[in-house]
Nanobody, 120 residues
Framework: QVQLVESGGGLAQTGGSLRLSCAAS???????????MGWFREYPGNRRELVAD????????YGEDPAKGRFTISRDNAKKVVYLQMDKLIPEDTAVYYC??????????WGLGTQVTVSS
């Protein structure tokens, strides 16, 4: 069982930056337990889209939305943490950001989400 805890959300102004973190924990996980870690975001009305993810080797993959080029995903396997550096924020980035992790057995864990609000 993998538990994920996000942090770093909050309020930012247009053009500002935020850094989200997501830490994985569990009684049996180690650095090789988790394959992909990433971030989705959910807008009001429950539309959810992939922001970015990264495999165990750290190669990033970004979704098709306008966040591409402004956001950077990175990962620390030893700490079992994935980060999302968000720069040049715009009001359209306002959403709840969810961390996820794919791990052994084809399972996926989700964090509880962290709110990001960008004011104009």
């Amino acid at each position: 069982q993998v538990q994920l805890v996000e942090s770093g959300g909050g309020l930012a102004q247009t053009g500002g930056s935020l850094r989200l973190s997501c830490a994985a924990s569990g009684p049996t996980i180690d650095v090789n337990t988790i394959s992909v870690m990433g971030w989705f975001r959910e807008y009001p009305g429950n539309r959810r889209e992939l922001v970015a993810d990264t495999g165990h080797g750290g190669v990033p993959h970004y979704g098709e939305d306008p966040a591409k080029g402004r956001f950077t995903i990175s990962r620390d396997n030893a700490k079992k943490v994935v980060y999302l550096q968000m720069d040049k924020l715009i009001p359209e980035d306002t959403a709840v950001y969810y961390c996820y992790a794919d791990y052994k057995g084809g399972r996926r864990a989700w964090g509880l989400g962290t709110q990001v609000t960008v004011s104009s």
